[in-house]
């Protein structure tokens, strides 16, 4: 559930209630704090990243529901559906994960939760054009990775889709 | 064995779960976190700064400005080199400056805090360029710097006169690499925490060499450097970046010893790109002589230096880089002239090739316009010059292998290059470019030297303590590879502990490619110490000479007697406290550089490197886009595969990004493109798979035979684009990056607009725009800086008091009051209150409004897209057929199901399709809706990025635009004070498609406005106070027009540079009828091209000269800025492009979206 349609916010700070990666838990929000403040702060789930604050990189890919979302931009208030990070995500993605090891999909390592999280949306969406190229690398428009030069992560996921 | 083996790299396990921790990701009891305050002047006086408000707020626990730091100079370099202190103390040099900083419980506190400093400025006359930094009349940046030359460095190499008098052929060019940043996904971030009662400082620091940062803390704060301890910790990319210690490590210690509280400090991205140290920008003149036989004679390099306000890594960077011009083909002479000037701006710093991109860049271009006047074959001209194994070059590097002539074999018949000569001038070319590079330098104090231990423990296992970082470029692999190899156990027996400086040897860290040559022999003979004490111990123990054992399988075996490694650490006598520890190391024999001349084989190895592009330019538009590049390496014997082809796809796509966009743009001394959406780097779609080669050979100095790879992948990648272009187009641009507006001319010629002399609407706005330079800007300029003080630098946005989750229309109208805002996706409202360009006191959430969210078909045929709709439903609604089997359609029930559809996506819908496809990212587009997408506000960088233009402070200021980076997102028709154009796609294509917007407010009826009346401005729309925009309709008979969209963008998801969107019906004889053709980010406001439908009717699809005509005659009305009339030219392109499309569709060829 999320925050009551008439609710008011005493001193600027609500309890809230959130999903995320199964367990229930409450947290304190104010109407701006970002999902990715209450991940890494308040949950300690630090593998999600923030590395440009503005929606830009990716790296704070998360689900919300069954949608790969940004959680710099999403307000932690507004969340109603069941959230997902990489550490609720990861043991699901295995063989993903292995690919990248294996095809030079991952350095620095920095942009690679959110990279998982968005390519196990994409490989969860079984769309049909998931096995080619050019479309892989337009669903990976908003992740943007600086140490790779995106042909490692992009192998990966053709090697983990093509299955 | 391991060596030479594909291994998943270290920690691959932690780094893709996200539990591996970076120094953002550590968390200390009562951490407290810091913000800087930093200067907004390029260049002025501090007269006084007074932090007692700041001191005194609840929740602040250090604030620290130059008084409370030692007086002492940071640098590197030390000397006459050091010019900077940590916080700036009389006076301030670039915009972004360190004056203040403070700790406190909450970021919102620290930033309240920092707002709360009051410093004192006297604005000094500043200088941007070095042009302007030069005298006679120039402002004086540093005091010991005389007419602000940092460093002036003139040497001759061989003998150049000689040489040049031997020339049959000199071909002279200037050339220009623009300032580039590293954009590491982890900003520059510390955290600090200093140990009272031990007197110890503990570092987590996000470096690729913690002993640097650990020299420099000490330093700056008076300790003793064994008080400074580095933790080990993951870090997120350095390519030089974090190659020294920066100001923040000393500013979060001091405030840590201030409070006795541990203090994190991580640098917001603003921060990062317009603060931290960049690619020093280059002027080079270059000349090159050679016989008419093609063979060298000599070069001669005058090159410039912006140095930026501080001396970092410039001295050795520009030395650097022209001894580059000496030595990667043979000459016979040198003369290099490096001046390094300093100028109001950020400083610059090692970034991944050190100089050497920016030199190569002007050497591999000149050697392609050398080759055409002698009509040589561009390859067989760098083969007849190339190094060979065992030449001296000109500064005394000696050359132990050089494999350059077989990498240019190599890439010639990789790339298909003989057969695809025959391209020039037809839009595909193909281009080569080379490089070579230091396995390492040893360039300073301790830098002839690494150090590592090993443990080994009783279970068998190998524990690697190396006191350097891997920020990425797999040090960590590499180190276990080689001790597992010594060692004779498996890879995955071995562990590694980097930058824990307690108990480790010394070792300088991740810099100038050294990690495989220096880190790599360190590891080698730490490893091979331990393997020789338990070969002996085992020998001992079989009775056997020791050279007759072999460490294999974690066992020492000789003769079928065997032991186990791990038992061998109770018996031999070196092992202590459970372990066998061994320290070992690597001294290099290399000489030092001499700094005065020059000379010195300073590397123990040096690498080689050919690329061969191949690109496709678009005719329309001039875009570049490079659609195969084959990357050719000597570096010896590769150790880690895998490594090494990911250094180099890295480096390649890095170099990819500075051939064609990337470039740091500043206006009056301040960066105005300080995020990833403005600055343009590669995304995944930009770019091919680059292929990495490696040839077989070792080199004897390297271990095993390895030499350098981390930075050559991108040094010739620029030059080698380049050498593509002009073999495509037939021109050749020697200012990087090649965007499409230096390729103007060349796909179709320039439209030019009507004499504004013949158009008295236009007088005005050409006399202001004639009076800009001519002192109007200047005046402005002054106005509004005076006026308002100062631009944001902190975002300060009031807090929000209340988030309001309304259910219906009415109860969202209702809610509304002056001062609150309504929140849609969220994807622009939340970053323009981060800009400060809204404060919105109170949030209406319109997610909850359920009506928002229908997308149905109306009973007339026609779309009805709820505002709140998200850019990603729509997608998949439009696309058809019906919901995904694994997407509930969230809309499913309001929304006609279209599973039973049997006509599919109407044509008009198809366009719609596309126009989404390129819209910003997928992850966006599941946040941002339709009506967010209409009313976002502009994108103008000045606007966006603190600059107190007109828009945002009033008439008084200037539009910066106007002489300043206007290339790419400004208008080009109708501009009047501000120049900033609509950035919605989906405005321009609901446009042909006739779509109207309902708009409510409370106590009223609904009013239906077309798109088209919409806009009033750039991004401003005609939308009274607290009316909302609840839904879009696009009528029946348009959805059924033939219809596509085009779009220019810089890198894929940007915004447009200008797009257009066509949609229109063939009458019975197959002549165009009805026509609508919008253009985007051409005019403040989406813009209908009249003029261009007019000449559309009537028209049939396949005449070429026809459409052609009609598709350039909305251009007489255009009223370009100075550079950014090749817009218009694109625009035209991009008209021609949608209708051929468009036409496609009503014969059936277009397959489905």
């Not at chain 2, 005194?56 to 100079?73: E, H, S, W």
């Not at chain 2, 500075?658 to 770019?687: C, K, M, Q, W």
């Not at chain 2, 070429?1104 to 350039?1112: F, H, N």
Request: proline share 5%; hydrophobic share 40%; charged share 20%.
């Amino acid at each position: 559930m999320g925050v009551s349609s008439t609710s008011e916010f005493v001193a600027g700070l609500v309890v809230a209630g959130l999903v995320v990666n199964g367990e229930p838990v409450r947290v304190e929000v104010t109407p701006t704090t970002r999902l990715v403040d209450v991940l890494r702060d308040q949950l300690d789930l630090t593998g999600t990243k923030d590395a440009c604050g503005r929606g830009d990189c990716g790296s704070c890919t998360v689900l919300v529901g069954d949608r790969a979302v940004l959680a710099c931009l999403t307000l932690a208030a507004r969340v109603i559906e069941p959230v997902r990070t990489i550490e609720g995500i990861a043991p699901e993605a295995t063989a993903l994960r292995r690919a990248l090891a294996d095809r030079g999909g991952l350095q620095c390592g920095y942009c690679t939760p959110g990279l998982v999280v968005r390519c196990y949306e994409l490989g969860a969406a079984d769309t049909a054009d998931v096995t080619d190229e050019t479309a892989i690398r337009a669903g990976l428009a908003g992740n943007f990775c600086r140490c790779t030069g995106y042909g490692g992560p992009v192998l990966s996921l053709l090697e983990t889709m093509g299955r | 064995m391991a060596i030479g083996h594909r291994v998943r790299p270290d920690s691959w396990e932690a780094r893709t779960s996200g539990a591996a921790k970076y120094t953002t990701d550590i968390r200390r009891p009562g951490m407290l976190v810091a913000r800087i305050l930093r200067s907004p002047h390029p260049h002025a006086e501090i007269r006084a700064i007074d932090a007692s408000k700041a001191r005194a707020i609840d929740g602040v626990a250090a604030v620290i400005t130059a008084v409370d730091l030692p007086k002492v100079a940071y640098m590197h370099l030390g000397g006459a080199f050091s010019d900077r202190t940590v916080l700036a103390r009389d006076r301030v040099r670039f915009i972004g400056e360190e004056v203040a900083a403070v700790a406190a419980e909450t970021i919102e506190t620290a930033n309240q805090a920092v707002g709360l400093i009051d410093v004192t400025y006297a604005a000094l006359p500043a200088a941007l360029t070095p042009q302007q930094a030069s005298p006679p009349g120039t402002p004086s940046i540093h005091d010991h710097a005389v007419g602000n030359v940092a460093l002036e460095v003139n040497r001759s190499y061989g003998d150049p006169d000689q040489a040049r008098s031997r020339a049959d052929i000199v071909v002279t060019g200037t050339y220009h690499y623009r300032p580039a940043t590293h954009l590491c996904m982890e900003p520059h971030s510390v955290v600090a925490d200093w140990d009272p009662a031990a007197e110890r400082m503990n570092l987590w620091v996000s470096t690729q060499a913690p002993y640097f940062v650990r020299k420099e803390v000490a330093r700056l704060l008076e300790l003793e450097m064994d008080q400074v301890h580095t933790h080990q910790v993951a870090v997120g990319g350095g390519f030089g970046a974090k190659a020294k210690a920066g100001t923040h490590e000393a500013i979060a210690a001091a405030l840590s010893m201030q409070c006795g509280r541990p203090v994190r400090l991580v640098l917001d991205r603003a921060e990062e790109f317009a603060t931290t140290a960049s690619r020093h920008p280059f002027d080079i003149d270059l000349s090159t002589g050679a016989r008419a036989d093609g063979t060298l004679t000599h070069r001669d390099c005058s090159v410039v230096v912006d140095n930026g306000a501080y001396n970092h890594a410039g001295p050795s960077v520009a030395v650097f880089a022209t001894m580059v011009a000496a030595n990667l083909y043979r000459l016979e002479g040198c003369r290099t002239r490096a001046r390094l000037v300093y100028t109001n701006k950020q400083p610059g710093a090692s970034f991944r090739g050190y100089g050497n991109p920016q030199m190569t860049f002007a050497m591999e271009s000149q050697l392609d316009e050398l080759a055409g006047k002698l009509g040589m074959d561009r390859i067989d001209i760098r083969i007849r010059n190339a190094n060979r194994a065992g030449d001296e070059t000109l500064t005394g590097w000696r050359l132990s292998s050089a494999g350059l002539v077989q990498c240019l074999e190599r890439a010639r018949a990789e790339i298909g290059w003989d057969a695809k000569q025959h391209l020039a001038g037809t839009g595909r070319g193909v281009g080569v470019a080379a490089a070579i590079h230091v396995s390492g330098a040893n360039a300073f104090e301790h830098s002839e030297h690494s150090a590592a231990a090993v443990d080994i423990h009783p279970d068998g296992t190998v524990h690697i303590h190396f006191a350097g970082a891997d920020a990425g470029t797999g040090q960590a692999t590499l180190l276990r590879q080689i001790a597992a190899t010594e060692l004779g156990v498996a890879f995955d027996d071995t562990a590694v502990t980097m930058m824990n400086s307690d108990g480790t040897p010394m070792d300088l860290g991740a810099w100038s490619s050294r990690g495989t040559v220096w880190s790599g022999h360190c590891m080698a003979d730490t490893a091979g110490r331990a393997a020789r004490i338990l070969r002996e111990t085992a020998a001992a123990k079989f009775g056997v000479a020791a050279s007759r054992v072999e460490l294999v399988g974690g066992q020492a075996r000789c003769d079928g007697e065997k032991i186990d490694i791990g038992d061998l650490v109770a018996l031999a006598d070196e092992s202590g406290r459970g372990r066998l520890h061994v320290e070992g190391g690597y001294l290099t024999g290399v000489d030092k550089m001499d700094k005065d001349t020059g000379m010195g084989h300073f590397s123990p190895a040096y690498a080689f490197c050919v690329q061969a592009v191949e690109v496709d330019v678009d005719r329309d538009t001039n875009q570049v886009r490079v659609v195969d590049v084959v990357s050719v390496h000597d570096s010896g014997t590769i150790l880690n595969p895998a490594g090494a082809e990911g250094q180099v796809a890295g480096a390649v796509v890095m170099g990819l990004g500075a051939a064609l966009g990337e470039e740091l743009t500043h206006e009056e001394g301040r960066l105005i493109n300080p995020s990833f959406l403005e600055y343009a780097a590669p995304r995944a779609g930009d770019v091919p798979t680059v292929r990495s080669l490696f040839l077989d050979g070792a080199d004897r100095a390297g271990p095993y035979g390895a030499k350098g790879l981390g930075e050559i992948g991108l040094v010739p990648t620029p030059a080698a684009v380049a050498n593509a272009v002009a073999h495509a187009t037939g021109i050749r641009v020697r200012d990087l990056p090649i965007t499409p507006d230096k390729l103007r001319g060349w796909g179709r010629p320039p439209v030019s607009p009507r004499s504004v002399w013949l158009r008295p609407s236009r007088w005005w706005t050409a006399t202001i725009r004639w009076l800009y330079p001519r002192g109007l800007h200047r005046v402005l300029h002054r106005m509004s800086d005076r006026r308002t003080g100062r631009p944001s630098e902190i975002s300060g946005s009031a807090p929000v008091a209340g988030l309001d989750r309304p259910e219906t229309v009415d109860e969202a109208v209702t809610a509304y009051h002056a001062g609150a805002a309504y929140l849609a996706g969220g994807t622009d409202l939340l970053v323009a209150r981060d800009q400060g360009l809204a404060s919105p006191v109170r949030l209406i959430d319109l997610s909850t409004v359920r009506s928002l969210r229908d997308l149905c078909d109306t009973s007339a045929g026609g779309l009805h897209i709820g505002a709140a709709v998200t850019l990603a439903d729509l997608r998949r609604r439009l696309s058809g057929p019906g919901p995904e089997p694994d997407r509930p359609d969230r809309t499913a029930g309001q929304a006609g199901d279209r599973s039973g559809d049997p006509a599919g996506p109407q044509p008009g819908d198809r366009m719609l399709v596309e126009l989404l496809d390129g819209l910003a990212t997928p992850q966006i587009r599941e946040m941002a809706t339709v009506g967010g997408n209409l009313l976002q506000q502009k994108r103008c960088s000045f606007y966006r990025n603190g600059f107190n233009c007109y828009k945002r402070g009033g008439w008084t200021c200037p539009c910066y635009a106007v002489l300043g980076e206007h290339r790419f997102h400004h208008a080009v028709l109708g501009g009047h004070r501000c120049q900033a154009v609509t950035p919605s796609d989906l405005a321009t294509g609901l446009l042909v498609l006739d779509a109207t917007v309902q708009l409510s407010r409370p106590r009223s009826q609904p009013r239906q406005v077309p798109v088209g009346a919409l806009y009033r401005g750039p991004g401003e729309t005609v939308l009274a106070s607290g009316e909302l925009l609840t839904a879009v309709t696009v009528p029946a008979e348009a959805r059924r027009r033939l219809a596509a969209f085009e779009k220019l963008t810089r890198y894929e998801g940007d915004f447009a540079i200008c797009s257009a969107a066509v949609a229109l019906e063939l009458d019975e004889t197959g002549a165009i009828g009805d026509v609508r053709v919008a253009l985007g980010s051409i005019a403040p406001e989406p813009y209908r091209a009249t003029r261009t439908e007019d000449r559309l009717r009537g028209c049939r699809l396949g005449d070429g000269a026809g459409l052609e005509r009609a598709a350039s005659a909305w251009a007489r009305d255009a009223h370009p800025l100075a550079a950014n009339g090749w817009k218009v030219d694109a625009a035209c392109g991009l008209i021609l492009e949608a209708l051929h499309r468009a036409g496609a569709r009503a014969v059936g060829t277009d397959v489905r979206s």
